[in-house]
């Protein structure tokens, strides 16, 4: 599959929760090719957000999260999930009934959904957004949400605050949000932020299997369910 940058992915397909999805093959791969693309000179460039495919790798919080979204009921429910990559909590949300908008901002996912959706014969909106730095515009675009999902967002050590009043300005009233993760350093501060916000938090764990995690090794994933 070719980036929209000029250089080649190497793919594979991945079968889970009855989707078949293609994912890049290698992660390692995927990031010395775009070193090769950009050169010894402009190195940097090559693990920035906006290039690193990233995106690209069906990682086991995205996983785990669509495990624990099975038990709910999300007929007619309307959703956003942020930071998207593969978007597999959106095609499940859509396959059980629910309206929702996937949003990511690398050039190359759009590439990878509409392959999959093609593939998979599911179709849902996609809209590009840094939901770290754009939420006014796009919350006046794409309205308000009953749910907003996100998994391995926190990896990064913005100010949680800002996180958890940008998440939540996405929130109809009465809304939750939906955040998986694989154990980040930064989680409690962001829980710690969303109390103080008034947003009580439900933990549970979902356990992904080791065949579809990139160790195969069995990963526990936690899953934060934030509610007013």
Not at 98 to 120: C, R, S, Y
Not at 199 to 226: G, H
Request: net charge negative.
């Amino acid at each position: 599959m070719k980036s929209n940058h000029g250089f080649l992915y190497q793919t594979k397909e991945i079968k889970v929760l009855d989707f078949n999805l293609t994912t890049i093959r290698d992660l390692d791969e995927s990031i010395d090719t775009l070193c090769d693309f950009f050169g010894e000179a402009d190195q940097d460039n090559s693990l920035a957000e906006e290039y690193c495919p990233y995106f690209g790798v069906l990682w086991e919080a995205g996983i785990g999260l669509s495990q624990y979204l099975l038990k709910m009921d999300l007929n007619n429910k309307r959703v956003l999930e942020i930071g998207c990559g593969l978007a597999l909590p959106s095609f499940l949300v859509t396959k059980m009934g629910g309206e929702i908008i996937a949003t990511d901002f690398h050039a190359d996912v759009p590439l990878f959904l509409e392959f999959n959706q093609n593939k998979n014969k599911i179709q849902f909106p996609y809209r590009v957004m840094n939901w770290r730095d754009e939420v006014e515009r796009t919350k006046s675009d794409l309205g308000l949400f009953d749910l907003v999902l996100g998994s391995d967002i926190l990896y990064e050590s913005q100010h949680p605050m800002q996180v958890a009043i940008a998440l939540i300005a996405f929130l109809k009233p009465g809304g939750k949000i939906i955040l998986s993760d694989p154990g980040r350093a930064y989680i409690q501060k962001f829980i710690t932020s969303m109390n103080e916000c008034g947003y009580a938090e439900n933990f549970t764990t979902q356990i992904v299997a080791a065949e579809l995690t990139p160790k195969k090794q069995q990963r526990d994933i936690f899953i934060f369910e934030f509610t007013k």
